[in-house]
């Protein structure tokens, strides 16, 4: 059993026994986060393109849970089902027209359409304006089978929503499609001469970026029973930024910790105020000025360069 | 016909805005997310400047500018210029971030909620279809010559030749014997002074408030996309023809009109990927 084996099974058993530990609303919200900083890393890291306007399918998508759920008075399962197509939909046009530019124009342009979908979010008669969706009520999943009052019940549900996600996007970022993807990431042109169609790859990584934080929104809202304009504001889309940036950007665990170390923060800084921003302003400062491999990424290379001189004597 | 005259002071804030962050593109190759906070820092240095020195609101027109385009030298010094060999990415996550900090100390010190800045000049002008405000009258002319000053400055004077020539190529405007760093201090300097400059036109229209800049810049942002930042003429132009559509919506369909500009952007990528003034690179 290698060390990575080892590293994985203890963070699953970890997992398993955590609502015991720690307050179950609490790790449901961060896997939420986590699985959110996931999809926008698969698409940073992996097609390298940034996009500064992520809340839009999460917080889309924990509408669209709403409104199913509360609304239309369906399953849960469905409204999760609801919220994944619907943020894919949101991506697949969004993405068409955000790739025809690349790098920072990219960013500037998701996060113009993010803003555009906020503003509609707080005309639009379905979102609740400023109050948001309020009360939507936790029901059975699997026509019964699965009782989600209870909050550590619940936890399970989630988690496998995580581990699922988490799943995809290693199989994605494993897979001939995700090495093209690499490919175009490193040298667009050569991908091209080489009979790919760039565009169409970046397009199809687009859509399951958002559809993946479209999970993650969803399942939010069905967590904390609630959809508000917070989650698909310009905040949220430089929060889970920050999350993949203070894990590590391009590193396939570094925004699960990013992520809990975020939410971890604001949980004991609720009270803080305005002072939250000013933190999440200066870590963002510190990590482009010091730290830009995160930590995540900087952990690996210290551990490297330790275990380096063992494995290759230097001369 | 009202709404599109006002349309056109909001098109005034876009043109300044849109002006600065090319100007600091063109040069630093960084998105300066920044922009919006020093818009909000002009504003506030104008309201300080009043409420505690009682620095007339003609004298602010200069010094708020030059204080806050001194803090931008200095983040420039001490950051900014530490990233420029990193990806442009960088630069925008620094910026986003030195906004947050700053917004986050306005909002702690001085609350969200706005303060009323007066108005310097009072009474209405008659323009024969409508009466406006002689003050809003008077910030679409001085953004008018603030830009076109601007453009001058950069196509036309000597200085402006250099800064040309060292965005095109900085190690060989070097080896003539210009300081290069210096050009590109001087650069962010003038471009977050601009800001700062439309933070004070602002602070009679709008309440002065340490949110005001914060979603303008998202507006610019999309301004800039639609017109390029290539073109100095052309972020006057789209700036101002912005604000125009923007307020012959509010007189069509009201809702739409803090959207339209975002449509426009979605048109003009599908059509002009790289935007109206634009070369692709």
């Given at each position: 059993m290698n060390g990575r084996t080892l590293g994985y099974g203890l963070t699953f058993v970890a997992a398993l026994i955590a609502p015991w530990v720690a307050y179950p609303v609490f790790l449901m919200t961060a896997l939420c986060f986590a699985l959110f900083a996931c999809a926008f890393n698969l698409l940073l890291g992996y097609a390298g393109l940034m996009s500064f306007g992520h809340a839009m399918f999460f917080g889309m998508a924990g509408y669209f849970f709403g409104y199913v759920v509360?609304?239309?008075?369906?399953?849960p399962e469905l409204g999760l089902l609801a919220g994944v197509l619907g943020a894919a939909a949101l991506g697949l046009v969004t993405g068409a027209l955000a790739i025809r530019r690349q790098g920072i124009y990219f960013a500037m342009i998701t996060l113009a359409f993010a803003q555009m979908i906020y503003f509609f979010c707080v005309q639009a008669p379905f979102t609740g304006g400023e109050d948001g969706l309020q009360g939507i009520v936790r029901k059975p999943l699997l026509g019964g089978l699965i009782?989600?009052?209870?909050d550590r019940v619940l936890y399970y549900v989630v988690l496998a929503i995580f581990l699922f996600g988490y799943g995809a996007i290693y199989r994605f970022i494993h897979s001939p499609f995700g090495q093209v993807l690499k490919a175009i990431r490193d040298n667009e042109q050569r991908a091209v001469s080489l009979g790919y169609e760039a565009d169409r790859y970046k397009l199809l990584a687009f859509v399951l970026s958002a559809a993946l934080a479209g999970l993650a929104g969803a399942t939010k809202a069905m967590v904390l029973q609630f959809a508000t304009l917070t989650d698909v504001s310009a905040a949220t889309s430089g929060e889970v930024v920050l999350m993949a940036l203070v894990g590590?950007?391009?590193?396939?665990t570094g925004p699960v910790v990013g992520a809990f170390i975020i939410v971890t923060m604001q949980n004991y800084l609720a009270s803080a105020g305005e002072f939250v921003l000013v933190i999440q302003g200066a870590i963002f400062v510190v990590i482009v000025m010091?730290?830009?491999?995160?930590l995540v990424g900087e952990l690996t290379e210290w551990w490297r360069r330790r275990s380096a001189p063992r494995t290759e004597p230097a001369d | 016909m009202a709404q599109v005259a006002l349309g056109l002071v909001n098109g005034a804030f876009y043109a300044m805005l849109s002006l600065g962050l090319a100007v600091i593109f063109g040069m630093l190759?960084?998105?300066?997310?920044?922009h919006g906070a020093q818009f909000m820092m002009g504003a506030f240095a104008a309201w300080l400047l009043l409420t505690q020195l009682d620095v007339p609101f003609w004298a602010s027109l200069i010094l708020s500018p030059l204080i806050i385009g001194l803090f931008g030298v200095l983040i420039e010094r001490l950051m900014l210029k530490r990233i420029y060999?990193?990806?442009h990415l960088y630069g925008f996550l620094l910026t986003f971030g030195l906004a947050l900090i700053i917004e986050g100390l306005f909002q702690w010190k001085w609350g969200s909620g706005g303060a009323p800045y007066p108005a310097p000049i009072r009474g209405g002008t008659d323009l024969g279809f409508m009466v406006m405000p002689t003050y809003r009258l008077f910030v679409v002319v001085a953004a008018l010559v603030i830009c076109l000053a601007t453009w001058y400055a950069i196509e036309r004077t000597k200085f402006g030749a250099y800064l040309r020539a060292a965005t095109e190529n900085p190690t060989l405007v070097r080896a003539f014997g210009i300081n290069v760093p210096r050009l590109i201090t001087l650069t962010y300097g003038l471009g977050v002074g601009l800001a700062a400059l439309a933070g004070v036109l602002a602070a009679p229209v709008q309440q002065v408030s340490a949110l005001m800049g914060t979603n303008l810049v998202l507006v610019v942002f999309a301004v800039v996309v639609i017109g390029g930042m290539g073109s100095i003429m052309g972020s006057i132009v789209t700036g101002f023809g912005l604000g125009l559509i923007e307020g012959l919506t509010k007189v069509v369909y009201a809702p739409a009109s803090n959207t339209v500009i975002f449509v426009v952007m979605a048109i003009v990528l599908l059509v002009k990927p790289a935007g109206l003034f634009g070369q692709t690179r």
């Open positions: 509360k609304t239309l008075d369906l399953a009782p989600t009052k209870d590590g950007l391009g590193t396939i010091a730290f830009r491999k995160g | 190759n960084v998105i300066n997310f920044t060999h990193l990806d």
